[in-house]
């Protein structure tokens, strides 16, 4: 079965929370949580670097935390997307929507 490990750290304008592994209908319920609580408050920074799969469900739960950060005044950052992540983002069309970094401290100008 597939399974996604979180790792968060705190910073000073954001959280930067770890993906790895596979972000999908299965494993998707504590990124989906943490997202929800954080973007109110902060700035989240996805590390996607290790996601290894991602599905259209895991897309839909970026996207919804983009759209959240919006409308709460924050950003949602996704830091150096691996190849698979990457595809599934541009797959949608919205790849130019989000915001695409390299490192945390392309956060610190933001908010």
């Known amino acids: 079965m597939d399974q996604l490990t979180l790792h ?7 959280v930067l929370l770890e993906l790895s592994g596979s972000l999908n209908a299965y494993t998707l319920t504590e990124l989906q949580e943490k997202m929800n609580v954080y973007i109110m408050d902060s700035n989240v920074v996805l590390d996607m670097s290790l996601l290894t ?5 895991g897309v839909g739960t970026i996207l919804a ?3 959240d950060g919006e409308e709460f005044g924050f950003k949602l950052f996704i830091m150096n997307p691996s190849d698979v992540a990457r595809h599934a983002l541009e797959r949608t069309g919205f790849f130019e929507l989000f915001h695409i970094i390299h ?8 908010q």
């Open 8 to 14: 968060e750290k705190i910073g000073a304008n954001y």
């Open 53 to 57: 799969s991602i599905d259209s469900a």
């Open 65 to 67: 935390g983009h759209n």
């Open 103 to 110: 490192s945390v401290t392309e956060v610190s100008g933001a």
